[in-house]
């Protein structure tokens, strides 16, 4: 299969250009709504709490923004596009080409990563005037915002393939997307909690995307992010089966 087929550039560029031209929605929200937690979040705790020996917590707490905003805008335009297709009856012109599950799978989830990637680097710009930021280990840093944008991505189409209505995709995104992010050490290390709350953080997996997200701004993290890598990669691999196992039955997208 040659991932780089036509049928996958036209699949890619339209999800790119769907996306892209209502760009004050799907990318300018996002930079705002999280400069709006930094400025709430930094200017409440700055200088009261300190989660990593020499960093403030502003500089802590933009790598989690950062993140955070790559894996829910990433979900977002995968799950988005796969429900309104469904909805709208237009699904059916993507079903119809000779399209392999491999090449539709490659288009959403690579067009997903375009946005989550684009929605971070603002949100890394913006904030990034707020405190000093190291690069201690670069390749961390973009290896885990393309793993996390693409688990994220492969989430949305499972879960857009699964729902049937809006209202089941907002019950998916607010039921198990936001709490998985949001108590992922966004705000936080997970060594600040008590330790029940300590050992189900690490059954989280959002939790090792963003650990070893901030790992190579600040070379340190609550765990070690070989560990992070291996989880998160055997998950993006899972992920990838359920949704490719999906796509060749048909489930949910032939009616």
């Known amino acids: 299969m040659n991932v780089f087929s036509v049928g996958f550039r036209t699949l ?3 999800e790119i250009l769907r996306f892209w031209k209502v760009a004050t929605q799907t990318v300018a929200a996002p930079i705002v709504t999280s400069m ?5 979040f930094g200017h409440v705790l700055e200088g009261k709490v300190q989660m990593l020996d020499g960093v403030s917590y502003t500089a802590f707490l933009i790598p989690g923004l950062v993140m955070m905003s790559v894996l829910q805008n990433a979900f977002a335009n995968s799950s988005s596009s796969l429900i309104q297709s469904k909805i709208t009856g237009n699904l059916v012109f993507i079903l119809l080409p000779p399209l392999s599950h491999w ?3 490659s288009a959403y989830v690579t067009a997903s990563v375009v946005r989550g990637l684009a929605v971070g680097l603002g949100v890394f710009v913006i904030t990034a005037w707020f405190a000093h930021l190291s690069f201690t280990f670069p390749l961390w840093i973009v290896v885990f ?16 393939v699964w729902a049937e209505k809006f209202d089941q995709l907002a019950a998916f995104q607010n039921f198990l997307i936001m709490p998985a992010t949001f108590l992922a050490g966004v705000f936080y290390s997970i060594k600040k909690l008590p330790p029940f709350w300590l050992a189900v953080s690490h059954f989280n997996p959002f939790f090792y995307m963003i650990d070893g997200f901030r790992y190579g701004f600040f070379g340190k993290s609550d765990v070690s992010p070989w560990t992070s890598l291996v989880i998160v990669g055997v998950f993006f691999v899972a992920l990838a089966a359920i949704a490719i196992n999906m796509l060749r039955r048909g489930y949910k997208l032939r009616h």
Request: glycine letters at 14%; a neutral charge.
């Open 145 to 160: 915002a393309f793993l996390g944008a693409a688990i994220l991505g492969t989430m949305g189409v499972i879960a857009g």
């Open 103 to 105: 090449e539709i799978l």
């Open 36 to 40: 709006l937690y930094l400025l709430i």
């Open 12 to 14: 890619f560029y339209k």
